[in-house]
């Protein structure tokens, strides 16, 4: 079992956009102008194809429908398991259950037997949006989550009971909203876990359940809003623990918190998302659909 995976999937956006609908929960979507959002955003995509290129690190690239503005970000429509099986996710955005398109579920059946599908709980507006919602402890069998209206307790349950996980729910809260997507306050990595337990009203049980396994490393507020939290591990082709966030993210790292994440990691690789993280409201860990 491992806690990170050797093999990534990006999603190449035909349209990218500022989503109303998404940016009522998301509160780091900002309705900027930008007459070629697309173009802008193509760029980014690229050079985080020519980051993992460089660095030794194995990715496939596949399409979004067209009519997706949010669709650069995979995690949140998917999760793969080293069983070789796959979850489908609950959608909060009507919009983004466009994601799940048939071409695109097709082509991961390839490597994957799907599950369960619990895009059915979106007839009852319950939802769990992938890895965006959960933040797992692979190894551990432990999925942390932040309750909110796009990570419903009552679909994250079942979840937890069909993969044997541990379910550990708690509230937090940013520009006081609920915190719309787990994987923005925090990242579980083979050694370490970043988390602003700052944000979280009761953190106990969450900081009980991390440091059992892991040296906790905390994040400020200042660290999440410009998406110190939003990084994610992945193994190169030699094995070898990388650790990727956006240059935006790099640059905003505590000085104590970078020299700490170095110390773990053979390599930290970022790139420019300003454009994506802007209009989009995700950075890099958002991008990625991890293929176990």
Same mark, same amino acid.
């Given at each position: 079992?491992?806690? !990170?995976?050797? =093999?990534?999937?990006?999603? %190449?956006? #035909?349209?990218?956009?500022? $989503?109303?609908? @998404?940016?009522?929960?998301? /509160? ?72 799940? !398109?048939?071409? =695109?579920?097709?082509?991961? %059946?390839? #490597?994957?037997?799907?599950? $369960?599908?619990? @895009?059915?709980?979106?007839? /009852? ?168």
């Amino acid at each position: 079992m491992a806690q !990170s995976a050797d =093999n990534l999937l990006l999603i %190449k956006p #035909l349209a990218f956009g500022f $989503d109303p609908k @998404s940016a009522d929960t998301n /509160t780091f979507q900002q309705n900027i102008s930008n007459q070629e959002p697309l173009e802008a955003a193509l760029k980014e995509h690229k050079a985080l194809q020519n980051l993992l290129s460089a660095n030794n690190i194995n990715y496939s690239v596949i399409e979004s429908p067209k009519e997706c503005l949010d669709g650069i970000f995979p995690n949140n429509w998917v999760i793969t398991y080293e069983d070789k099986t796959m979850d489908l996710g609950s959608m909060y955005n009507p919009n983004r259950r466009l994601e799940r !398109s048939r071409e =695109n579920i097709d082509h991961l %059946k390839q #490597l994957y037997r799907l599950q $369960d599908d619990y @895009s059915l709980y979106e007839q /009852t507006n319950n939802f769990l949006e992938g890895t965006g919602s959960l933040v797992l402890d692979r190894i551990n069998k432990i999925a942390y989550m932040c309750l909110s209206p796009r990570s419903s307790y009552k679909v994250a349950k079942d979840w937890s009971k069909n993969r044997g996980y541990e379910l550990i729910t708690f509230e937090a809260s940013l520009n006081k909203k609920s915190v719309y997507h787990t994987n923005v306050l925090m990242f579980i990595g083979s050694g370490i876990a970043c988390i602003a337990s700052n944000l979280i009203k009761d953190n106990k049980t969450v900081i009980s359940g991390l440091e059992k396994h892991h040296k906790i490393i905390e994040l400020s507020e200042e660290e999440i809003k410009n998406f110190c939290g939003n990084s994610l591990e992945v193994r190169d082709k030699d094995n070898n623990l990388i650790l990727l966030m956006s240059s935006r993210a790099y640059k905003n790292y505590a000085n104590k918190n970078i020299k700490e994440l170095h110390s773990h990691y053979s390599k930290i690789l970022h790139c420019n998302l300003n454009n994506i993280e802007n209009i989009g409201g995700g950075s890099l860990r958002c991008m990625i659909l991890e293929l176990f």
